[in-house]
């Protein structure tokens, strides 16, 4: 499950996670845009759940300093021994540099270079390196991890990729659809035994189409339109259906744009209807390859009406096995 929860303070997750943990959930994975940082919640996961895998989807690897997003990361898998997974990506432009105010330049390199720094680092060993992107001088974690966090890449075409298969525990995808996981899968060639697959999963459990298809429009024009995953979902074919957008958003016609959204993309990308109908999608993706599906809630007006008692309601059912588990 994709944590924490929009309109719930963060004081209150604790009694829901451990309710996740109940129903049959077994992980908890965060983001990191402009809500809550993707550490914090997880703190209080380790403390709340004595089980549950904890991961970042992603922290980004501009936002910190080498030396402090690996302090960060040893830091949790101390708190959660062996729970920990830590995932990285290179973020946006937007969150970057306009958020952040750190330049967003070369950010193939900056994730080979901070995925090599990381993985010295939370080994315990000193690291006085010139990377191509960065520099570090005599940098040595004073409480390293007994057993260092292993490390996933988001990763969105080849080149990002076949890095995560070369060097990384595993890969993170996001905003593809279940029939575009093989491609991906290809683009990964030869990985370890073991190598981790997640992807994060858009879901918006309601009867209502017209509210999930508005609130997906309103979505796929804030990310799709971003230039990396523009060129994402140049490279999976979809660029017939978003040419309208781009061009809408491009000539600054928001409006357009959300109208030019296809109802085809939009059922692709998030998927909606009842709970049991959510999970026997979400198991497409299962079955395609992935091995971490990471649920990504959406507001539904169901959740907005009934607050926390219809999200824990919610959380049971999409626990509840499938009619395509118990086939």
Same mark, same amino acid.
């Not at 523009?230 to 809408?248: I, K, M, Q, T």
């Given at each position: ?53 904890? &991961?970042?989807?992603? *922290? ?5 300093? @080498?030396?402090?997003? %690996?302090?960060? !990361?040893? /830091? =949790? ?116 035994? &073991?190598?981790?697959? *997640? ?5 918006? @459990?309601?009867?209502? %189409?017209?509210? !999930?298809? /508005? =609130? ?112």
């Amino acid at each position: 499950m994709t944590v924490p929860f929009t309109g719930i303070p963060l004081a209150d997750h604790g009694r829901l996670y451990a309710l996740l943990h109940d129903a049959g959930f077994t992980d908890l994975w965060t983001s990191e845009v402009a809500g809550t940082d993707a550490f914090t919640p997880l703190t209080i996961g380790a403390i709340a759940t004595p089980r549950m895998r904890l &991961g970042t989807a992603v *922290a980004p690897v501009f936002t910190r300093g @080498p030396g402090l997003l %690996a302090m960060t !990361a040893a /830091a =949790l898998a101390e708190t959660a021994p062996d729970r920990f997974v830590l995932g990285i990506g290179a973020s946006s432009p937007v969150v970057v540099g306009d958020w952040n105010a750190v330049p967003f330049t070369e950010p193939f390199k900056r994730s080979r270079d901070m995925l090599r720094f990381l993985r010295s680092a939370l080994a315990g060993e000193t690291v006085d390196r010139e990377f191509d992107t960065f520099a570090v001088r005599r940098f040595r974690l004073e409480r390293p991890p007994a057993s260092p966090p292993p490390i996933l890449l988001a990763a969105l075409r080849p080149a990002m990729l076949r890095l995560a298969a070369a060097e990384a525990d595993g890969t993170i995808l996001n905003w593809l659809a279940a029939t575009d996981v093989p491609k991906a899968l290809d683009a990964l060639g030869d990985r370890p035994a &073991g190598f981790d697959i *997640a992807a994060r999963i858009f879901v918006c @459990p309601t009867d209502d %189409a017209d509210h !999930a298809r /508005a =609130l997906g429009r309103r979505m796929i024009t804030s990310y799709l339109t971003v230039p990396a995953y523009a060129e994402f979902h140049r490279w999976l074919g979809n660029a017939d259906l978003l040419d309208p957008v781009w061009s809408a958003w491009a000539a600054g016609d928001r409006r357009g744009a959300l109208a030019a959204v296809p109802d085809e993309l939009v059922d692709r990308l998030v998927i909606h209807g009842t709970p049991h109908q959510c999970k026997e999608q979400i198991m497409a993706y299962v079955e395609a390859g992935v091995t971490t599906p990471m649920m990504a809630p959406l507001p539904t007006p169901e959740l907005t009406a009934g607050g926390v008692d219809a999200l824990i309601a919610l959380i049971g059912e999409l626990a509840a096995p499938s009619s395509v588990e118990r086939g």
